[in-house]
């Protein structure tokens, strides 16, 4: 699960992220869910002593690197926001989704449970919660200096 936050009276600096890697291994993806900043380029890296073949489905970014064998390193440039799915056209039960963001204020949750965003500048923000298997969660928050805001969020009916 992913926690942003999206500022509503400033438009953030967003640089694309460096080193950011899906990698295929015992016919999964890892991680599951990948958040990356609007123009990242991610590496599809089969690890697997087998090929893959990765593609898109929805309304992200479109491609299909093809069957790929064992070692095989492909680069995708995510140049649109928000989910671009992956799946295998040869193992059905894998999936992922690159979930990439116009704003660099964005946290994966912790194993707990927890999850902080910090540095955060003042202003007004749209703090948004994503769990591939549920809806968004959106919520409007003010931050003010020198100020902790909890923000808890229920996944979920």
């Keep these: 699960m992913i926690v942003s936050?999206?500022?509503?009276?400033?438009?953030?600096?967003?640089?694309?992220l460096?080193?950011?890697r899906i990698i295929q291994k015992n016919a999964t993806f890892i991680p599951r869910v990948l958040p990356v900043t609007q123009g990242t380029v991610v590496e599809i890296v089969n690890a697997d002593p087998f090929y893959h073949n990765v593609f898109t489905l929805g309304k992200g970014e479109r491609f299909n690197i093809g069957r790929r064998p064992t070692g095989d390193v492909q680069a995708q440039k995510i140049s649109s926001v928000g989910e671009t799915k992956l799946f295998c056209d040869i193992h059905t039960q894998m999936n992922a989704?690159?979930?990439?963001?116009?704003?660099?204020?964005?946290?994966?949750?912790?194993?707990?449970?927890?999850?902080?965003?910090?540095?955060?500048?003042?202003?007004?923000?749209?703090?948004?919660?994503?769990?591939p298997n549920?809806?968004?969660?959106?919520?409007?928050v003010e931050i003010k200096s020198g100020q902790t805001v909890r923000k808890d969020f229920a996944l979920g009916n």
């Design 97 to 131: 989704v690159i979930m990439s963001y116009d704003t660099p204020y964005f946290v994966r949750l912790q194993p707990n449970g927890m999850y902080e965003l910090k540095n955060l500048p003042d202003g007004m923000y749209e703090v948004r919660v994503y769990h």
């Design 5 to 16: 936050a999206h500022p509503l009276n400033f438009k953030p600096k967003v640089e694309p």
């Design 18 to 20: 460096q080193g950011a």
């Design 134 to 140: 549920f809806p968004m969660i959106k919520e409007q």
